[in-house]
């Protein structure tokens, strides 16, 4: 097995997620030497479609991965509502190059995987310590100790929790506190563009708003247009196997939608397969931070995915992260902390909720707030501030 020396001057980020590889290029790029410990053995093609709304892609574009980030993705033409049984047309937001204009980035849909890989050709592949599924973690006034599944140790001087909704760093910081079902499932599927040609608007992002607020089907374009992407979402009481690749059933889900427009029902009917996934949430946090360690992404404020703004958050985290932490000594490090965290809390806990309230953007209304960020240039907190 590889080993990787760490020390007190050592950055150590738990998870390679997206947030967590913005974040180690970015800290890298600061001036500080940073690992990176992994759960997973590899990388592998796990998940399906992401989508990062120009806050997002500004913040990619920054750190120099926008252009790698492009080669796969596809740019959605619009972002559209439309009611799930008459199929009228509540809003139309143009995207592409009128987001490119009004943002400075586009609308972009990725496989999380392509993604992913582009991040990871981004970072030293030998600060990545794969395999290391971080257990106990106990911090100290110089640093924190982690200890592995495998039995190994490492010793850094602060540490950012990177580690998705079950995050292990946060039950160290917080205690533990498991997420809740949120009575909510999701369907994924992807279809061959050719099969569906006869259905409009599918090089947009399209989101027919259901009968209740659990239940929405969204589409949008995949590899360049080549494919369509449905993520459907709807109520059931009770779940037990938290996965983002377990099979579902086409029959089912087919079922779940008969109400809909035959312009979604079109889409469904065209899917061999599907994948069935619970979705869970929490609360918003008070504190994301303690002492030399801080959470960022789905370990501070996993969210519903009704913004689609899980990866952008998770990335303007890091981002933001990173900036507070420029050229920071280790001595410093917990007020730089504490500044991050008094820079982001409010605006992920807003996104947070506001995925909770599933209400956004099915009127019209105006997107600025959301896709207007720019994680490069809000003013950083300081550590009066915070
Ligand atoms: P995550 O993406 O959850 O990443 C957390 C990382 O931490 C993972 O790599 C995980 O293996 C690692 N980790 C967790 N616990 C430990 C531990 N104890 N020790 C070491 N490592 C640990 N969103 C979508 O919109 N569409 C998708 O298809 C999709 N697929 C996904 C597939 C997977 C396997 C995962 C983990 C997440 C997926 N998501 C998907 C969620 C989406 O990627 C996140 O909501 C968002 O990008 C925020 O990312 P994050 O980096 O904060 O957390």
Redesign the pocket.
């Known amino acids: 097995m590889k080993t990787i020396t760490t020390s007190e001057s050592t950055i150590g980020i ?7 590889l913005v974040a180690a290029i970015a800290l890298r790029r600061a001036g500080h030497g940073v690992v990176v ?4 053995k590899q990388f592998a093609r ?6 990062l709304t120009p806050n997002a892609v500004r913040a990619l574009d920054g750190l120099g991965v926008g252009e790698a980030a492009r080669v796969t993705a596809a740019r959605p033409s619009h972002r559209i509502s439309r009611t799930y049984d008459t199929g009228e047309e509540t809003s139309r937001l143009e995207m592409a190059e009128t987001a490119e204009q009004r943002y400075g980035a586009p609308q972009l849909t990725i496989h ?1 995987a392509d993604l992913l890989a582009a991040l990871a050709d981004m970072f030293p592949a030998e600060q990545v310590a794969l395999g ?3 257990g106990k973690i106990a911090a100290d006034e110089k640093g924190i100790s982690l200890s592995f599944a495998d039995g190994t140790e490492a010793r850094v001087g602060a540490l950012i929790g ?7 760093v946060r039950t160290a910081m917080f205690g533990a506190e498991s997420p809740r079902f949120t009575g909510i499932v999701a369907y ?1 599927a992807v279809v061959p563009a050719e099969r569906v040609a006869g259905v409009p608007n599918l090089g947009a992002f399209t989101k027919w708003w259901g009968p209740n607020p659990q239940s929405q089907i969204v589409t949008f374009p995949l590899n360049r247009g080549r494919d369509i992407f449905i993520f459907a979402t709807t109520p059931q009481d009770s779940w037990h196997l938290e996965s ?1 690749t377990a099979p579902g059933s086409v029959d089912e889900l087919r079922e779940q939608y008969v109400a809909y427009h035959p312009e979604a029902r079109a889409l469904l009917d065209a899917c061999d397969t599907v994948l069935k996934t619970a979705l869970y949430e929490r609360d918003p946090m008070p504190a994301w931070t303690q002492g030399r360690m801080a959470l ?4 501070a404020h996993p969210m519903l ?1 009704f913004m689609a703004q ?2 952008g958050m ?1 990335i303007e985290d890091a981002v933001v992260l990173s900036r507070h932490l420029d050229g920071v000594a280790m001595a410093d490090v917990p007020a730089a902390l504490k500044g991050f965290e008094t820079a982001r809390i409010e605006r992920a806990s807003q996104v947070q909720l506001g995925s909770r309230g599933n209400n956004w953007l099915r009127e019209g209304g105006n997107a600025d707030w959301v896709y207007g960020y720019d994680a490069w240039a809000v003013p950083l907190a300081t550590p009066a501030m915070a």
């Open positions: 738990v998870g390679a997620g997206i947030g967590g410990f992994e759960q997973a796990v998940g399906a479609d992401i989508n999380r290391k599924r971080a990177a580690d998705g909704i079950h995050s292990c994924r983002w960022l992404g789905d370990a995915p899980g990866a998770a």
